[in-house]
């Protein structure tokens, strides 16, 4: 059984720091892609950041956190990770985990990343708020 688990959230100044957590289980996290969304009151879900599984080894960003977020994963803890630095008010959302188990052609992939409907499994989120 897919699960995936996010934590990590709080209340944080600007130009804080955190980092959120992602873990997984039901399946091996090197061989699926994996994202991070965020979700703020009144918006639609955006992409913050995506990972390839590890054999492609490709990560994008979202232009807003570009330099300032990471995303990574421990394959021994089965936990993905998106580092947030200098984070700003319109940072704040629900922060949400995603995977999809079939692979995208690469090609597709810059298109499509971001997207919600590509995914085929969410956690329950956490949530992130920036405020001083």
């Known amino acids: 059984q897919v699960q995936l688990a996010e934590s990590g959230g709080d209340l944080v100044h600007p130009g804080g720091s955190l980092r959120l957590s992602c873990v997984v289980s039901g399946f091996t996290l090197d061989n699926v892609m994996i994202a991070w969304f965020r979700q703020a009151p009144g918006k639609e879900r955006e992409g913050v950041s995506y990972?390839?599984?590890?054999?492609?080894?490709?990560?994008y960003y979202a232009d807003s956190v570009k330099g300032r977020f990471t995303i990574s994963r421990d394959n021994r803890k089965n936990t993905v990770y998106l580092e947030m630095n200098n984070l700003k008010p319109e940072d704040a959302a629900v922060y949400y985990c995603a995977t999809r188990m079939n692979r995208l052609p690469t090609g597709l992939l810059p298109s499509l990343w971001a997207r919600p409907t590509t995914y085929d499994y969410w956690g329950q989120g956490t949530q992130v708020t920036v405020s001083s």
């Open positions: 990972m390839s599984r590890k054999s492609d080894g490709r990560t």
